[in-house]
């Protein structure tokens, strides 16, 4: 599975971006509905950390507290493409974006932890000035 994530920039603080992913490869070609999706970011000098999660059929989202409202995780299995929906940005919210992919196919529910999530994008660079 090959994840390519774009839609990173520089923004001032209150402004709007929205990330994509794509997957592609055989395994995506076949059941790229049938994985999760997730979102994580990682700030200069810090760990990377969960942002938000979507399941395979796009029925469950979870988002992180700290961009709850704010942050919308979505997909569009047609085009095997997920979302991120960031709106009122603030300069705490600048990091590197990564997309991830479940490593369960069909998981019953959602996954936010880091360690289930098996293929991972190169990453997007989101900078939000002040």
């Known amino acids: 599975v090959q994840l390519q994530a774009y839609g990173g920039g520089l923004v001032q603080a209150g402004g709007s971006l929205r990330l994509s992913c794509v997957a592609s490869g055989r395994t995506f070609s076949n059941y790229g509905s049938s994985y999760g999706m997730g979102w994580f970011r990682q700030a200069p000098g810090k760990e990377r950390e969960f942002v938000a999660a979507?399941?395979?059929?796009?029925?469950?989202?979870y988002h992180a507290d700290s961009v709850k409202g704010r942050f919308t995780i979505s997909r569009d299995n047609a085009k095997n493409t997920v979302y991120l929906q960031m709106n009122s940005l603030k300069p705490e919210d600048t990091a590197v974006y990564y997309c991830a992919a479940d490593r369960t196919r069909l998981r019953s529910g959602i996954s936010i932890t880091e360690i289930d999530f098996g293929s991972w994008g190169q990453g997007t660079l989101v900078t939000v000035s002040s």
């Open positions: 979507i399941n395979w059929s796009g029925s469950i989202t």
